[in-house]
């Protein structure tokens, strides 16, 4: 089931909403530059294990409404905040990959954990995605840079390149394409400012205001988000689990997609 949810006034979010008559739901929100539809592999087994599965497209992404504008953690947290209540969600798993997961901590901190009673992070990009002074882990500014500049100069070619460092396991071909026009169907300028945030925000004090059960989900071998990203979000969350996942790079939801949904469906249930 499919619908919109409007947020902000007047910008429409797109929600994929399957087994809604579930209690056990979990939400989902997607990394950069995808949509719901990375978790296509989740969606196709979790509702027969009981499961309300919610994903939802962020702004300037996917099937929902690309303004120009409010593409900062506070806004999307926001637009979260505005789904969860539009469909009156309580007790939910809210799971978040790469920048999903970075928008997901943000949420639980701005608005204190409202309707969540588990957190799922997938190679969240926080407390920084890039090095910072005192911060050595991350990844150059330089890097995050390249890709705003690629955007606007060749976003295809961006995206190509941005690919294939994306997974671990070998790809196939078709498989490939799919998710390269997946991400061509998000904005162009919401793909630059999405990573120009990057730069802009820091979520260090987010993380400590995290109270709920969290598990955190980590490739050893993500070239995006590195692994001692995910080892730093498990000192600062009090109540955390880090399972490293060894054959995973990024895309652990598909890199090891059955040890993926067991360990999230054990989480969650």
């Known amino acids: 089931m499919g619908y919109y949810v409007t947020v902000d006034g007047n910008v429409n979010i797109y929600v994929e909403d399957l087994n809604p008559d579930c209690e056990n739901t979990i939400l989902f929100l997607h990394g950069w530059p995808g949509s719901r539809k990375l978790f296509e592999y989740q969606f196709d087994v979790l509702p027969a294990m009981g499961f309300r599965c919610i994903g939802i497209d962020t702004r300037g992404f996917g099937d929902s409404d690309k303004p120009f504008c409010g593409y900062d953690y506070d806004r999307l947290a926001d637009d979260v905040r505005e789904v969860i209540d539009a469909l009156g969600l309580r007790n939910i798993t809210l799971a978040g990959h790469s920048t999903g997961g970075a928008i997901a901590i943000r949420y639980m901190a701005r608005h204190k954990g409202h309707g969540v009673s588990k957190l799922a992070l997938f190679a969240a990009a926080a407390p920084s995605l890039i090095k910072r002074e005192n911060f050595p882990y991350g990844v150059d500014v330089q890097t995050v840079t390249d890709i705003i500049n690629g955007t606007y100069e060749d976003r295809p070619n961006m995206l190509s390149n941005f690919g294939n460092i994306f997974f671990f396991q070998h790809l196939t071909a078709p498989f490939s394409d799919w998710f390269f026009q997946v991400g061509l169907q998000a904005a162009g300028w919401a793909t630059a400012k999405i990573a120009n945030t990057w730069i802009q925000e820091v979520l260090f004090q987010d993380l400590t205001e995290i109270c709920v059960p969290t598990l955190i989900i980590h490739g050893i071998h993500d070239k995006v988000v590195p692994f001692p990203l995910g080892e730093i979000q498990h000192q600062y ?14 895309g652990a939801f598909y890199d090891q997609k059955d040890e993926f949904n067991q360990a999230l469906a054990e989480f969650a249930k």
């Open 237 to 250: 969350i009090k109540n955390s689990v880090l399972l490293p996942f060894e054959f995973s790079g990024h």
